[in-house]
T-cell receptor, first 116, second 114 residues
Framework: GAVVSQHPSWVICKSGTSVKIECRSL??????MFWYRQFPKQSLMLMAT?????????EQGVEKDKFLINHASLTLSTLTVTSAHPEDSSFYIC????????????FGSGTRLTVV | GQNIDQPTEMTATEGAIVQINCTYQ??????LFWYQQHAGEAPTFLSY????GLEEKGRFSSFLSRSKGYSYLLLKELQMKDSASYLC???????????????FGKGTKLSVIP
């Protein structure tokens, strides 16, 4: 089945530094990758949609200059949290669609980011 | 846009049956998903309904009524390991470009007690 590998699983960084999260589709081509954020006891909130070779589409309220998304190939998408602050501490999850018309999604295993 | 509602919390007894409801309002319908999520982990796919009716898959079943904008997840023979959040989700094409983003409900936290 379709597998998305997400790294790192958890990361602790100092306030003001940047963190890069990678998601790779292992056995299929992920034309579109979705990035979600989940705060404790809340549901997954879509941050942005990235399409291979083009700029990401960000959801309202998500700072595109802070959350840099790169989708340079059909198997790799990255999310960089720049100048991280404690309020950016969250669970970040990527998801790739692999079915026609929204019929199939595969999630990465998630990244727990803690900014201290 | 999507508006997806489901109860925040439910408690049920080991061995029992529990039904988790979900209502949705969509500008276009592209099916409905149910996911299970344990704390600190990514969601796990449970079911996808695109036609009306009940689909059974082992201890888990999912029902859909498109005319009522309603779905439920039915869990039978509850086990302690079923304690998790259950997320109702629907795909939506925000941009009209053919990429369907999943919009999630807030999730129902199920606690299974002995």
């Amino acid at each position: 089945g379709a597998v998305v590998s997400q790294h790192p699983s958890w990361v602790i960084c100092k306030s003001g530094t940047s963190v890069k999260i990678e998601c790779r589709s292992l056995d299929f081509q992920a034309t579109t990758m979705f990035w979600y954020r989940q705060f404790p006891k809340q549901s997954l909130m879509l941050m942005a949609t990235s399409n291979e070779g083009s700029k990401a589409t960000y959801e309202q309220g998500v700072e595109k200059d802070k959350f840099l998304i790169n989708h340079a190939s059909l198997t790799l998408s990255t999310l960089t949290v720049t100048s991280a602050h404690p309020e950016d501490s969250s669970f970040y999850i990527c998801s790739a669609s692999h079915g026609a018309g929204g019929s199939g999604y595969t999630f990465g295993s998630g990244t727990r980011l803690t900014v201290v | 846009g999507q508006n997806i509602d489901q109860p925040t919390e439910m408690t049920a007894t080991e061995g029992a049956i529990v039904q988790i409801n979900c209502t949705y309002q969509t500008s276009g319908f592209n099916g409905l998903f149910w996911y299970q999520q344990h704390a600190g982990e990514a969601p796990t796919f449970l079911s996808y309904n695109v036609l009306d009716g009940l689909e059974e898959k082992g201890r888990f079943s999912s029902f859909l009524s498109r005319s009522k904008g309603y779905s439920y997840l039915l869990l039978k023979e509850l086990q302690m390991k079923d304690s998790a959040s259950y997320l109702c989700a629907a795909p939506e094409d925000h941009s009209g470009a053919g990429s369907y983003q999943l919009t999630f409900g807030k999730g129902t936290k199920l606690s299974v007690i002995p």
